[in-house]
């Protein structure tokens, strides 16, 4: 049976490498950043829905398709997908074709592991049917199966 | 959990909630259990706990004279407000208020970026605007400024400079309030005030000259509760032409206190933004034996720690700088900063580094680029907001001390040494406090160390021990003259506690004023310490 997952908190980080972060989280201790070349993203053909632009905005920074920041492979939320199901779906929502707007708003609604929860001035109902429908024909276009 | 506001009744709450509806639309006022979850402090270390503290409702008003129409009902009724920008506040407390039954008044509607001048340099903004929002302006208006951005991005610069964060540019653009520059605040009796030239009908100069005439009480809006800020300008550097880093390593231990001044001699010159340290030794904190010396009853010696990086083949130390400005005046400052170091510390090394125009290639954003490991996470650096940071959550989050201390080498020493030692009966602490901690340079004058421990929903034990901790640190910090920058409402009554200079003078001047202006406690009672008269206990 499918997990319903979206997102599962990321293995324990060494706490060495407990980077820096700054304002708006907490902080740490100085780390040297990962060295790691970024991996090839995944083709990901954009459908032209009112639902990318709140994707784009919301969710992308965390779960888009591209590199990390510094090196690293991919953007926490996508690389915490792709720990969670090990390959078994794609770990980049763009080419999920799996999660309409109440799944998504599980998620969205509630957070799970190191994914907070957001609220609906931020992210309305509509907004995450619409978010839902973008993946949806994204991923179809993007000739996910 | 449905609570109550205080001294609040079922049926005059449910007044009190329709009275909210009239003012800014049914859709924007929430008190089911369902839709408070998520004005929850998920990184909160008293989950499910007596301890959390709870919201009763949220409001969301979509301009000024809903925010006074909200706090002038939430007056009638005597409910306390707790009022949130956007953003996450993680590590800090979230959106949850410090008393139990507030109702959140949640301005994330008020979205609208007002004005960014780049011949002037500042912008003016509403509490809605996430630095996201604010860098999007700027780059599809083709606006030559820079921002200065938190880690991760998604905050806002009114609730960041509020709570005093910080980013990672040049000085006086990472204090983010020390950058503000104007604001708007309405006030517990419903009244809108304007500070600096703010109050003078026609000033044209409201982000230029933040003072005006007579005091200037900002600084009573920044982790104070005092009035709900509405409008707030900020000073911003123009886009620089030109970025250039470089790595300057020193062999011995004792050779950080020298590094240390000749770094805050480039900063408090404006050569320099922020300076990233590290110990290239914390690269063996996981040998044991290594771990043991780091972390010594007493601390290492500095013997004991130079035939430690002796024998890895490692310096003791490090610092990434880096530079903004002309080309020609990037390169010249390294060059000197170059200079300057490696002829005052024996066996200290230079290692030029990245340097490109700006803005930034994708590339170089990447921070692939780097011909060396490096301190620096790159988007930080050129003020792009990311959620980048993000990987290095564990657990269900974090809560954060950030104890500030003396920008010296021994200072930096000291504070290794006293809060590992005194932190010793929580096994943890030793990874945020050993003799290879190196001191984070976020604000402008100051160092800070950090202790940040990970927390666990379904965890209570170990939720419980992160609590003790944090409660411990605070008061061991202050025995040694180190406090607390921020904290989250469950940890502000004691921060607050260990600023006592005779017998708590700032507090009860803070009281004064609270009692003078909000007796009732409208808004955010018991934040930032401050209890008005109703709720002193």
């Given amino acids: 049976m499918r997990r319903l997952m979206l997102m599962a908190s990321p293995p324990a980080v060494a706490l060495l490498a407990v980077a820096i972060y700054g304002a708006e989280g907490t902080g740490g201790q100085t780390a040297q950043a990962a060295t790691a070349s970024p991996a090839a993203a995944p083709h990901v053909v954009k459908a032209d829905l009112p639902g990318r632009a709140i994707f784009e905005h919301n969710c992308a920074p965390c779960h888009g398709a591209g590199p990390g920041d510094d090196g690293t492979p991919m953007l926490p939320g996508t690389m915490a997908l792709q720990r969670r199901y090990e390959g078994e779906v794609p770990a980049a929502l763009e080419l999920r074709d799996d999660l309409d707007g109440d799944t998504l708003r599980l998620f969205v609604r509630n957070g799970i592991g190191a994914m907070p929860m957001f609220r609906k001035s931020e992210l309305s109902d509509a907004d995450v049917d619409a978010v839902a429908a973008y993946l949806k024909a994204t991923a179809e276009a993007s000739g996910v199966k | 959990m449905a609570v109550l506001p205080p001294d609040l009744d079922a049926a005059n709450f449910a007044r009190f909630l329709e009275e909210l509806r009239g003012a800014v639309g049914a859709d924007w006022v929430w008190s089911s259990e369902e839709d408070l979850g998520p004005y929850r402090d998920s990184f909160s270390p008293v989950w499910n706990q007596a301890e959390e503290r709870h919201a009763s409702a949220a409001v969301a008003p979509a301009d000024v004279e809903q925010v006074q129409a909200i706090v ?192 805050n001699y480039l900063s408090d010159s404006s050569l320099i933004g922020e300076a990233v340290y590290g110990s290239p030794l914390a690269a063996l904190m996981g040998d044991k034996s290594f771990y043991a010396l780091a972390t010594k009853v007493g601390g290492p010696s500095d013997a004991e720690m130079d035939a430690a990086a002796n024998k890895a083949g490692l310096p003791s130390w490090q610092v990434d700088l880096q530079f ?40 170089q954003l990447l921070n692939t680029t780097q011909p060396y490991k490096t301190g620096i996470r790159r988007y930080g650096a050129l003020g792009v907001p990311s959620l980048g940071i993000w990987r290095i959550v564990s657990g269900n989050g974090h809560v954060g001390f950030f104890p500030v201390l003396p920008r010296s080498g021994e200072a930096v020493f000291e504070m290794q040494r006293a809060m590992c030692d005194g932190l010793r009966e929580f096994p943890l602490a030793g990874r945020f406090f050993n003799a290879t901690t190196a001191p984070l340079y976020w604000h402008s004058y100051a160092f800070q160390m950090v202790f940040a421990p990970s927390v666990k929903h379904d965890d209570p034990a170990l939720n419980a021990q992160v609590h003790a901790a944090m409660k411990k640190a605070v008061a061991l910090a202050a025995e040694h003259g180190w406090g607390d920058y921020r904290a989250a409402p469950i940890y502000q009554d004691d921060v607050a506690d260990t600023y006592s200079f005779n017998n708590h003078a700032l507090r009860r001047f803070h009281e004064q004023l609270k009692d003078a202006i909000d007796p009732d406690g409208i808004v955010a009672p018991g934040r930032g310490g401050i209890w008005p008269r109703r709720f002193r206990k």
């Fill in chain 2, 72 to 263: 002038r009902i939430a007056g009638r009724y005597k409910v306390p407000l707790f009022p949130i920008s956007t953003g996450k506040n993680f590590g800090y407390g979230g959106p949850s208020p410090n008393v139990t039954g507030s109702v959140v008044l949640d301005l994330k509607r008020m979205n609208r970026v007002l004005e960014v001048d780049d011949k002037r340099h500042f912008a003016l903004v509403e509490p809605g605007v996430s630095y996201f929002d604010l860098y999007r302006h700027i780059k599809d208006n083709g606006l030559k400024v820079m921002i200065d951005c938190p880690d991760p991005g998604w905050g806002s610069p009114i609730g960041n400079s509020l709570e005093r964060g910080i980013g990672y540019t040049m000085p006086q653009f990472r204090d983010h309030f020390g950058a503000s520059c104007g604001m708007e605040v309405v006030l517990p009796n419903g009244e809108v005030m304007r500070t600096g030239m703010g109050a003078l009908p026609g000033s044209q100069s409201w982000q230029e000259y933040k003072y005006g005439f007579g005091p200037d009480p900002s600084g009573l809006f920044a982790q104070g509760n005092f009035g709900i800020v509405t409008k707030m300008g900020f000073r911003l550097m123009p886009l620089p032409e030109y970025y250039r880093t470089g790595l300057i390593t020193v062999p011995r231990r004792r050779d950080f206190v020298k590094l240390v001044e000749h770094v």
């Fill in chain 2, 324 to 363: 903004f400005g002309p080309e020609a005046a990037t390169r010249e400052n390294w060059e000197y900063a170059k200079q300057r170091i490696l002829a005052d510390i024996p066996g200290a090394k230079a290692i030029d580094g990245d340097h490109f125009p700006l803005p930034a290639t994708e590339e």
